[in-house]
């Protein structure tokens, strides 16, 4: 058995809204969370999406865990190669996006990938290599507020042109319409005259299966998770995909959790409408660094609401907030610290019998996944543009344990999200 498409993720949401998008194309796909094994068996999927938390840590480190995941993907026959990262090019000044790709085509003995974030149906477009979020410039959508990636130029060949010591070109959206020759031909004449990198123009989902159809043969694409519709596509034209297979939504009795941990300001509006009539929690970061037992009361708040429906908590803030406790506890520090609460949080809900869970944040979802201790994803159903909802096993005292989750990105899903997510689920009686 060999895989089509290994995808690389530098984060979890991110792992997840491609799983969704090539789920949604046909592709049977699981999610692996970290670096698997060398032992661990293929699974039986066409797509299999490694999701790693190396947005923002260090490059060399972002690198040194992508190489391992793309020598565990390389050595089950994987055909084509994914490096998966936000559809608003969030990285840090030092990388990550660059210095990964690098290191990947070099592993890979490959000349030449792409750079296309453009994900249309949630509003990513890319034109003239300049990020819009919905009408908006990258850097003046609020992701130039982000607590840890903080995007403060649009144009992406200059951004990636800082990540790397490599030319990046543009394909530009009037060849793009042009059709998957001209694409093509465009990225023959960049490799052509050196350059290693082109950003790719991309504004509708016309756009994207195009450029699908001209990826064929290029060994690794990197890219948010919209580029990946139009690859299903190709190996479907090579006889490999199994037809008819469509995904399950989860099956999990017990009761119900919402942990947010991201500030984006989709998350920020989710937060608000939830509190508006559902209970919800604030976590406070001072009160964390001040050694207040948080977990204990968070959970000694949950755990007589849990059985009469979800509860949320949360320590997303606005960006005045969020700069006023960076300031005074260092902006890693912050996040990791929050993050870690958030995922022993969740581990406490669980233990309390919380078997569905959103969450909202690519970091925080790491956290929560890693204090789970859940190692793959079984990708279902989307609930909105890029979030499906998983199936995953965890362990608990009572023993193994099927919970299903949700992982939102900060900026995802529709306003009343939560609530929805919940009430998609078999036999819900969530409302
Ligand atoms: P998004 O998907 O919106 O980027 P993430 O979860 O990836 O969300 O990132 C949000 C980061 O902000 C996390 O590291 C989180 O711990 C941190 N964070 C959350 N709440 C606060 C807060 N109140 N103050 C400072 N940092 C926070």
């Known amino acids: 058995m060999s895989i089509l498409l290994g995808a690389i993720a530098d984060d979890f949401t991110g792992a997840t809204d491609l799983a969704n998008n090539l789920v949604k194309q046909g592709m049977r796909t699981i999610q692996l969370i970290g670096v698997p094994d060398a032992g661990l068996p293929v699974p039986d999927a ?17 690198v040194a865990e992508s190489l391992a995941a793309l020598e565990w993907l390389q050595s089950h026959g994987t055909q084509q190669f994914y490096f998966k990262y936000c559809s608003t090019f969030d990285s840090t000044d030092a990388g990550n996006i660059g210095p990964v790709a690098d290191a990947l085509l070099d592993a890979l003995d490959s000349n030449f990938t792409i750079a296309c974030p453009a994900f249309p149906t949630n509003a990513r477009t890319v034109f003239k290599g300049h990020l819009f979020v ?24 200059n951004v990636l042109a800082c990540q790397t010591p490599f030319k990046v070109g543009l394909v530009p959206e009037e060849t793009v319409v042009k059709g998957a020759a001209a694409i093509r031909r465009a990225f023959d004449d960049l490799v052509e005259s050196g350059y290693r990198h082109a950003i790719v123009d991309a504004i509708n989902d016309d756009d994207l299966m195009q450029i699908g159809k001209a990826l064929a043969n290029v060994k690794l ?15 479907r034209k090579q006889g490999a995909l199994k037809e008819g297979i469509a995904p399950t939504w989860p099956e999990v009795g017990g009761g119900a959790a919402i942990l947010a941990g991201s500030c984006s300001i989709r998350t920020r509006e989710q937060v608000a409408a939830w509190k ?37 908590i949360y320590s997303s803030a606005d960006p005045a907030d969020v700069s006023r406790v960076q300031d005074e506890l260092g902006r890693e520090e912050a996040g990791s610290m ?9 581990k406490g809900l669980v233990e309390a019998g919380v078997r569905k869970m959103v969450v909202a944040g690519g970091e925080t979802s790491g956290a929560v996944v890693n204090a789970l201790d859940v190692k793959a994803l079984a990708i279902g159903p989307e609930i909105d543009p890029g979030v499906p909802w998983t199936s995953a096993n965890t362990v608990t005292t009572a023993g ?18 939560f609530q929805r997510a919940l009430d998609l689920l078999p036999g819900s009686s969530n409302t």
């Open 46 to 62: 066409d797509a299999v999406i490694i999701a790693l938390k190396s947005r923002t840590i260090p490059a060399a480190e972002a």
């Open 400 to 417: 193994p344990t099927e919970i299903a989750l949700a992982l939102k990105s900060g900026n995802f899903g529709d306003i009343d999200f």
């Open 276 to 312: 508006k009539n559902r209970p919800a929690l604030e976590v406070d970061p001072y009160a964390i660094s001040k050694g207040e037992d948080v977990v204990a009361l968070a959970l000694a708040w949950a755990a007589d609401k849990i059985s009469g429906g979800p509860v949320l």
């Open 221 to 235: 694409i990197t890219g948010g998770s919209g580029i990946a519709i139009g690859l299903p596509e190709n190996f």
């Open 338 to 346: 929050v993050e870690d609460t958030l995922g022993r949080i969740a």
């Open 134 to 157: 919905g009408d908006i410039l990258l850097n003046q959508s609020g992701m130039q507020n982000h607590p840890l990636t903080p995007m403060t130029d649009a144009n992406l060949v």
